[in-house]
């Protein structure tokens, strides 16, 4: 990768760094350069040529970024040498410098360039590169460590739910997010490691005493770095685009939903949330309200609504020491699960086709994070009481859905199923089969009117 394009346009396009005049040169090699003559501007005849000469001759000249010394007397300045026939080597350039017999200024034929640079421009340049790969390390540790609090949530969840479908679904979640975090760990670890050469580049380059080896060592560990920057930001790409897909927050701004609003009332929970029917209700041995857990196991009721139609899996990581702007300042982990429920069913009320979700993550780490599962059709509700204070295992079917859809729905609770007639069987084939008595309207959970 070379830089030296790029130093050109810049100063083009900056007419007080355009006038400004070239503190130092190297030499690029021996070579045949083909650039018409008529484009050289020469050195008057009469002048002893050096490279220093020519350097000093040149370097205040428009345009001129090389200049080239040939036949050991002619000196030449030119925007950019068109060169071929590859490096001649030294032997090739063995014609004595009319100025100065101990060096050689090019030969019959090929020609000693030289480029010329200002060193300013090469530690300005590597240093402004140097600030903004590590400013793009410290956004991608950032980003990372904060996602794979997602990643952590869903897979302890994951291995205490008992409902295959949903136990699928939240591994798969964090084994793909995983995955991709991963790789850009990975790219970022990489690039992390190209800051040592650039920095220690930088540290040895003298703009007083500066040689060809100097600038090279900026540029090439600058180059270096440049591609692993490239590297880091395609995964970069991918993993944002994923979360993005899946970003909770990101999907209630398209739909203008206040999320700090949603924590006004913590108190209370919509009818939806973890919606029975009496028979169930009787079964689990829960209150007339569900919607808080059940007063007798608030925190150990798990409640999974399971359905063909999948529509979405957002994500949400929340800092209960710095809430980001427009989250809530919430008091407990009680309080964040009641939030994030209700975030989650505000976000299925305004998606087009939802009619139940599930909001499983925790509160067990620094930061607490979940996933909200939206539903596009509901046929099993599973329940138990397995939970633990630290998790969150709601979910919610809207009422209006169940009145419409009772006969079928299954509630399952532990191996028995209870259908909406009330009648109950094993949720395995074999054993025997129970009869409840006739099934009722649901008691004290209406449906909500959305």
Not at 33 to 62: G, H, I, M, Y
Not at 95 to 107: E, K
Not at 248 to 269: P, Q, T, V, W, Y
């Amino acid at each position: 990768v070379s830089y030296v394009k790029g130093k050109i346009e810049a100063a083009e396009s900056n007419p007080e760094l355009k006038m400004l005049p070239f503190d130092g040169y190297f030499e690029m090699g021996c070579f045949a350069d083909s650039t018409p003559e008529a484009l050289w501007v020469k050195s008057p005849k009469n002048e002893a040529v050096t490279p220093k000469q020519c350097f000093n001759f040149c370097r205040d000249k428009p345009e001129a970024r090389f200049f080239g010394l040939t036949e050991g007397r002619v000196c030449y300045c030119v925007p950019y040498p068109t060169l071929s026939g590859g490096n001649g080597g030294s032997e090739q350039c063995t014609a004595v410098c009319s100025g100065d017999n101990t060096q050689f200024c090019g030969g019959m034929v090929k020609s000693s360039i030289y480029e010329m640079h200002r060193c300013g421009d090469v530690t300005e340049a590597a240093e402004k590169d140097k600030k903004q790969i590590e400013a793009l390390v410290e956004k991608w540790v950032f980003f990372t460590s904060r996602w794979e609090y997602v990643v952590s949530a869903l897979t302890a969840e994951g291995e205490k739910i008992d409902v295959a479908d949903i136990r699928q679904r939240v591994f798969g979640l964090a084994s793909e997010l995983e995955a991709k975090l991963s790789d850009t760990k990975a790219k970022v670890a990489d690039l992390n490691e190209k800051l040592g050469p650039l920095d220690t580049a930088l540290k040895a380059f003298s703009p007083e005493a500066a040689t060809s080896e100097m600038m090279r060592d900026v540029e090439d560990a600058q180059a270096e770095a440049a591609l692993f920057v490239a590297a880091l930001e395609e995964s970069a790409e991918d993993l944002r685009s994923f979360w993005d897909q899946h970003n909770l927050d990101g999907s209630m701004a398209f739909r203008s939903i206040d999320s700090k609003a949603l924590a006004d009332e913590l108190s209370h929970l919509s009818t939806d949330v973890n919606f029975m029917p009496k028979k169930v209700i009787e079964a689990i041995g829960c209150d007339g309200v569900p919607a808080d857990g059940c007063d007798d196991f608030p925190d150990k009721l798990t409640y999974f609504v399971m359905g063909k139609k999948h529509l979405a899996s957002l994500f949400q990581v929340y800092n209960p020491a710095k809430p980001i702007e427009g989250r809530p300042q919430l008091s407990s982990a009680a309080e964040w699960k009641v939030w994030a429920t209700k975030e989650c069913h505000q976000m299925c009320i305004m998606t087009p086709g939802c009619v139940g979700g599930n909001a499983i993550g925790s509160s067990a780490g620094d930061m607490y994070a979940f996933t909200c599962n939206l539903k596009g059709s509901v046929e099993v509700v599973a329940l138990s009481k397995t939970g633990e204070a630290s998790d969150l295992m709601n979910g919610f079917l809207f009422g209006s859905y169940y009145s419409l859809h009772q006969k079928d729905i299954k509630y399952r609770v532990a191996d028995i199923v209870i259908s909406a007639d009330g009648s109950e069987q094993p949720a395995a084939s074999t054993g025997p089969t129970k009869t409840a008595p006739s099934g009722s309207p649901p008691q004290g959970v209406g449906p909500t009117k959305r």
